[in-house]
């Protein structure tokens, strides 16, 4: 009987020294001291508890108020602004595993809104209320003059300053334990940057948190918005809009974790 010939590969050594060594690289990236290499940059990341998402998960259920970036119009494929199912509120809804209602209305503004859309929904219903307006007209920075010497919300001025702080009185009066959050714009009928110092000083006002959506603008990415030079969102936009709260969220919770203690029902 022969006796069995094992023969050794010379590729195959070769391969395994090379996989043994990029190994080594690697976990020398990792582990040696002042590198900034991109795997310790991603090590880093991962190991930041600001980073993690799951927080957001304290938003609960959620309504969205806002206008067509809300609602889901689409401009491409010949859909000509019609509202699309793939909105950035289906997407929040999707990657947060909760329920959301979009309450948003092509064309409006504040005062639209707070006129057509404010009575038609039971705010004790919802632990989030989102607020992005100001994308149709603006808001003027007259809280001195239209809020802030009134004593009851009806009184505010009728402009969309008053009326965007007639929204957020109208929650918290029916609900005062919903998290109101406001998102900032990138685009208005207005003035970009009046209507963003305006929302600034509200949201100091009431306490409230603001999300920055400049990274969502056309300047800062085109395919976002289907490729087009229009302030509305394709698909990919829409989930961009749901990650960016996701992300802002989680941050703010993680680095306030009190904050998450609201919208508390029994089992």
Wanted: net charge negative; aromatic share 10%; glycine share 10%.
């Amino acid at each position: 009987m022969k006796k069995a010939v094992h023969r050794i590969s010379i590729k195959g050594i070769c391969a395994s020294a090379a996989v043994f060594l990029l190994a080594a690289a690697v976990m020398l990236c990792v582990l040696r001291p002042g590198v900034t290499g991109t795997a310790v940059r991603k090590a880093n990341e991962l190991l930041d508890p600001n980073r993690n998402d799951n927080w957001a998960y304290a938003m609960g259920k959620i309504l969205c108020i806002g206008d067509s970036l809300t609602e889901g119009a689409y401009f491409g494929a010949g859909m000509d602004g019609a509202a699309i199912e793939q909105n950035y509120p289906y997407y929040l809804g999707r990657m947060l595993n909760t329920e959301v209602v979009n309450a948003g209305v092509g064309g409006y503004s504040a005062s639209d809104w707070y006129i057509e859309k404010a009575g038609d929904y039971d705010y004790t219903d919802y632990d989030t209320v989102i607020i992005w307006l100001g994308t149709n007209n603006g808001l003027t920075d007259t809280l001195d003059t239209d809020v802030d010497p009134f004593g009851g919300y009806n009184d505010f001025a009728e402009t969309e300053t008053g009326y965007y702080c007639r929204i957020i009185e109208t929650v918290k009066d029916a609900n005062p334990d919903a998290r109101i959050v406001l998102m900032n714009i990138f685009a208005t009928k207005g003035d970009v940057k009046t209507t963003n110092e305006t929302i600034n000083k509200i949201a100091a006002k009431y306490d409230l948190h603001v999300i920055d959506t400049k990274s969502l603008s056309m300047d800062k990415n085109t395919d976002l918005h289907a490729g087009m030079k229009n302030p509305h969102f394709g698909k990919g936009g829409n989930i961009a809009a749901a990650r960016l709260i996701i992300r802002d969220m989680g941050n703010y919770f993680a680095e306030r974790p009190l904050r998450c203690e609201y919208g508390v029902s029994t089992a």
